[in-house]
């Protein structure tokens, strides 16, 4: 825990959080320096660039959550931010269901049998509205019910995380279930948007993608301040404070304050001296998803209307498949576009993972039975790899490891921050606000929040 005013800043890692917590340093006048493992800033949240085409790594979007932190993005690109209404949809059997759901949907792709399971299950939950929650499952279950939650909600879930439902915490739904039940449902049928305003499938996102915000808040940090292509070797402690950064070819920093965002696992394994066992112990269960990507360029002016579409299914080789274009017009030809493909996976120690030929393939035969599209509608297709993507959130695993965010919260100038460090589920808007307070905090001497 940051416990004193220091002369510089050490940031590991420049992704979103890190980005975000050099931003506000070098907008608070503080000297920093960021250390980079790969070649460019972005971490997960990049925009990757072929030819016409642009696409992210990443269905992301940015909400309006912290107005301030709106703002800033909107002071950074300017005109180039933009509102965008894209509502998502779930594939179920055949036909695309609205998410959230849409009464209207429900009543045209269920039985009536189950419709009226539906009905009874919810006013049972009104009755129970205290049930305790938890689980994602017992979750999913209160918010809609047993057989909706199973028809839409539940096996996503499972085909995502790779977990049964019961064993995942509530927290992986991302806030997306909050306030979620039948009965903004049906407001939503009579009162639109004044009604549910959660359904309103609005977002903001950059003219020329997401990955342009990570760009441009580097480039308010400067080059200079940037350290690409930079591993982390060891980071040298006495027990109280860091006293050493050791880089790959043998560079040596000496820290100010570090804000760090690396994997837990992976600072267990640079720390020196290594963490006691206890805290190693704590960090050896945690498992991240890793994702694979396949993105294909067609020559068809559009492939859908949604912002995304999730499925399902488990005979379906994909979690979800977004088409850039419906976020921004200007990331893809007027005659042609291109889908992200999202399949989550998690990889086991020596694992071979299949060609990307035999990968692409096995999507292409996909997408065609389900009548997406046609073989000849594909103009070429690329193959990435996003390791780390999610952290599996497991019951009380925060629980778990709070002995090891405590230890490593503990040293007077040293700070985990985001995603993969925190090991928790968090959104872009979160982020930059937490990267708000940390330099807030340290600039007028306090100890940061720590959540």
Known sequence: MLKKNFLKIEILGAGPAGLGAGYYAKKKGLPLSIFELSNEVG???????????????????????????????????????????????????????????????????????????????????????????????????QSYGKTLSELFLVNYTEKLWGRPSEMLDPNISGARLKNLDLLSIIKSLFFGKLGASHLDGSFLYPKYGFGTIFEELANCIGNENIFLNTKIKKIIHDGKKINQIICDGGKSVNPGAVINTLPLNVLMNIFDPSPPKEIIKCIEGIQFRDVRLCII???????????????????????????????????????????????????????????????????????????????????????????????????????????????????????????????????????????????????????????
């Open 297 to 451: 360029y067609l020559n068809k002016t559009k492939f859908s209307n949604n912002a995304s579409i999730y499925f399902p299914e488990s005979t379906l080789p994909y979690n979800r498949i977004y088409e850039p274009k419906n976020r921004s017009l200007y990331m893809a030809p007027k005659d042609k576009t291109c889908i992200v493909l999202e399949c989550a996976l998690t990889k086991k120690l020596n694992e071979t993972l299949e060609s990307e030929e035999a990968f692409f393939e096995k999507i292409r035969n996909s997408l065609i039975k389900e009548n997406f599209i046609k073989k000849e509608d594909i103009i070429d297709y690329d193959v990435g790899y996003i390791p780390n993507a999610y952290p599996i959130i497991d019951l009380n695993v925060q629980n778990k490891i709070r002995p090891a965010l405590n230890y490593f919260n503990s040293f007077k100038n040293h700070v985990l921050h985001g995603r993969n460090a925190e090991f928790k589920y968090v959104h872009t808007h979160d982020l930059l606000k937490k990267s708000e307070i940390i330099i807030e905090d340290l600039k007028n001497n306090q100890a940061p929040i720590i959540s």
């Open 43 to 141: 971490g997960n949240s990049r925009t990757i660039t072929k030819g016409e085409f642009r696409y992210d790594t990443g269905a992301h979007r940015l909400h309006n959550k912290h107005h301030n932190i709106t703002q800033m993005v909107k002071n950074l690109l300017g005109d180039d931010l933009k509102k965008i209404y894209a509502p998502s949809k779930i594939y179920h059997k055949g036909s695309m269901v609205d998410f959230p759901l849409n009464l209207i949907n429900l009543l045209q792709c269920l039985k009536t049998s189950e419709l009226l399971q539906i009905v009874k299950e919810n006013l049972y939950n009104r009755i129970l509205l205290n049930k305790k929650v938890n689980s994602f499952r017992d979750l999913a279950y």
